[in-house]
């Protein structure tokens, strides 16, 4: 995340989670604990990579309609 922050290079949208878990390739809920701590521990990182390299990143932004 750093490196494509230093590069100003755009993330893909992630959709691996989103098939991991739709395929049902996690099959116990032990699994499914360690998936949703992983996006979480992953997304806590990412916002601080953010803040600590400047990017300005709301904590919290409700959508709006236009």
Known sequence: ???LI???SPHPPAGATTLIVGLGLL???AQLAAM???VILLTVVGWLMN???GVPVPLWS???GS
């Open 6 to 8: 230093l590069l100003s």
């Open 27 to 29: 099959t116990t809920p």
């Open 1 to 3: 995340m750093a490196l």
């Open 36 to 38: 949703a701590a992983g």
């Open 51 to 53: 803040r600590l390299l």
């Open 62 to 64: 409700a959508a709006t």
